[in-house]
Protein backbone atom coordinates (compact mmCIF):
# COMPACT_ATOMS: atom_id res chain seq x y z
CA UNK A 1 0.00 0.00 0.00
CA UNK A 2 1.55 3.40 -0.84
CA UNK A 3 -0.30 6.92 -0.09
CA UNK A 4 0.02 9.81 -1.84
CA UNK A 5 -0.17 13.21 -0.67
CA UNK A 6 0.38 16.14 -3.02
CA UNK A 7 1.08 19.80 -2.45
CA UNK A 8 2.71 22.96 -4.10
CA UNK A 9 -0.63 23.61 -6.11
CA UNK A 10 -2.04 27.78 -5.79
CA UNK A 11 -3.04 30.66 -7.94
CA UNK A 12 -0.78 31.90 -10.42
CA UNK A 13 -0.78 34.63 -13.27
CA UNK A 14 -0.16 33.46 -17.18
CA UNK A 15 3.48 32.93 -17.70
CA UNK A 16 4.44 32.08 -14.29
CA UNK A 17 5.52 28.85 -12.56
CA UNK A 18 4.84 26.39 -9.74
CA UNK A 19 6.63 23.29 -8.36
CA UNK A 20 4.26 20.33 -7.31
CA UNK A 21 5.64 17.75 -5.07
CA UNK A 22 4.32 14.43 -4.26
CA UNK A 23 5.50 12.57 -0.98
CA UNK A 24 4.80 8.90 -0.42
CA UNK A 25 4.37 7.13 3.06
CA UNK A 26 3.93 3.58 3.20
CA UNK A 27 6.05 0.89 0.52
CA UNK A 28 8.65 2.69 -0.91
CA UNK A 29 8.04 5.14 -4.26
CA UNK A 30 11.41 3.32 -5.63
CA UNK A 31 9.51 -0.05 -6.63
CA UNK A 32 7.11 2.15 -8.81
CA UNK A 33 7.19 4.64 -11.78
CA UNK A 34 5.60 8.28 -10.71
CA UNK A 35 2.93 9.84 -13.02
CA UNK A 36 1.22 12.86 -12.99
CA UNK A 37 -2.59 13.50 -14.13
CA UNK A 38 -4.59 16.78 -14.31
CA UNK A 39 -8.37 16.40 -14.69
CA UNK A 40 -10.54 20.33 -15.58
CA UNK A 41 -13.60 21.16 -14.74
CA UNK A 42 -16.21 19.14 -16.76
CA UNK A 43 -13.28 17.32 -18.58
CA UNK A 44 -11.97 13.71 -18.20
CA UNK A 45 -8.46 13.49 -16.00
CA UNK A 46 -5.78 13.23 -18.47
CA UNK A 47 -2.02 12.34 -18.66
CA UNK A 48 0.46 14.59 -18.15
CA UNK A 49 3.46 13.02 -17.18
CA UNK A 50 5.73 9.82 -16.47
CA UNK A 51 8.96 9.29 -14.86
CA UNK A 52 10.63 5.80 -14.43
CA UNK A 53 10.68 4.23 -11.15
CA UNK A 54 14.66 5.30 -11.43
CA UNK A 55 14.00 8.22 -12.47
CA UNK A 56 16.12 8.05 -15.59
CA UNK A 57 13.68 8.30 -18.61
CA UNK A 58 10.18 10.75 -18.92
CA UNK A 59 7.55 11.66 -21.06
CA UNK A 60 4.97 13.59 -21.35
CA UNK A 61 1.64 14.78 -23.68
CA UNK A 62 2.16 16.66 -26.02
CA UNK A 63 0.66 19.78 -24.62
CA UNK A 64 3.32 20.35 -21.81
CA UNK A 65 6.44 19.92 -23.58
CA UNK A 66 9.10 21.96 -22.90
CA UNK A 67 7.71 23.67 -20.20
CA UNK A 68 7.10 20.79 -17.42
CA UNK A 69 9.48 18.62 -15.45
CA UNK A 70 8.80 15.27 -13.91
CA UNK A 71 11.97 14.35 -11.87
CA UNK A 72 11.39 11.49 -8.93
CA UNK A 73 13.93 11.36 -5.80
CA UNK A 74 13.80 7.86 -4.60
CA UNK A 75 15.75 8.84 -1.31
CA UNK A 76 13.04 11.35 -0.58
CA UNK A 77 10.41 9.06 -1.49
CA UNK A 78 8.80 11.53 -4.00
CA UNK A 79 7.88 12.99 -7.31
CA UNK A 80 8.06 16.70 -8.84
CA UNK A 81 6.40 18.23 -11.67
CA UNK A 82 7.75 21.90 -12.07
CA UNK A 83 5.34 23.47 -14.09
CA UNK A 84 7.15 26.77 -16.24
CA UNK A 85 5.18 29.24 -18.94
CA UNK A 86 2.25 28.04 -17.37
CA UNK A 87 -1.26 28.95 -19.75
CA UNK A 88 -4.77 29.48 -18.61
CA UNK A 89 -5.70 25.68 -20.21
CA UNK A 90 -3.67 24.44 -17.18
CA UNK A 91 -5.78 24.91 -14.52
CA UNK A 92 -7.14 21.93 -13.18
CA UNK A 93 -6.90 19.94 -10.05
CA UNK A 94 -3.58 17.45 -10.53
CA UNK A 95 -2.94 14.14 -9.15
CA UNK A 96 0.32 12.31 -8.08
CA UNK A 97 0.12 8.77 -9.25
CA UNK A 98 2.09 5.18 -8.75
CA UNK A 99 2.03 3.57 -12.17
CA UNK A 100 2.29 -0.07 -12.74
CA UNK A 101 5.05 0.63 -15.45
CA UNK A 102 6.46 3.61 -17.11
CA UNK A 103 5.07 3.11 -20.84
CA UNK A 104 1.95 2.17 -19.21
CA UNK A 105 -1.14 4.92 -18.05
CA UNK A 106 -2.77 2.50 -15.72
CA UNK A 107 -2.42 3.73 -11.84
CA UNK A 108 -2.12 1.89 -8.50
CA UNK A 109 -2.26 4.32 -6.31
CA UNK A 110 -3.85 7.73 -6.94
CA UNK A 111 -3.33 11.15 -4.21
CA UNK A 112 -6.07 13.26 -3.55
CA UNK A 113 -5.59 16.08 -5.99
CA UNK A 114 -3.90 19.79 -5.64
CA UNK A 115 -5.38 22.58 -7.45
CA UNK A 116 -3.82 24.82 -9.90
CA UNK A 117 -5.56 27.79 -10.87
CA UNK A 118 -3.92 29.91 -14.12
CA UNK A 119 -5.04 33.47 -14.55
CA UNK A 120 -5.12 35.86 -17.40
Known amino acids: QVQLVESGGGLVQAGGSLRLSCAASGRTFSTYAGGWFRQAPGKRREFVAAVHRSGGSTRYTDSVKGRFTISKDNAKNSVHLQMNTLKTEDTAVYYC?????????????WGQGTQVTVSS
Open 97 to 109: AALYSFGSEAVNY
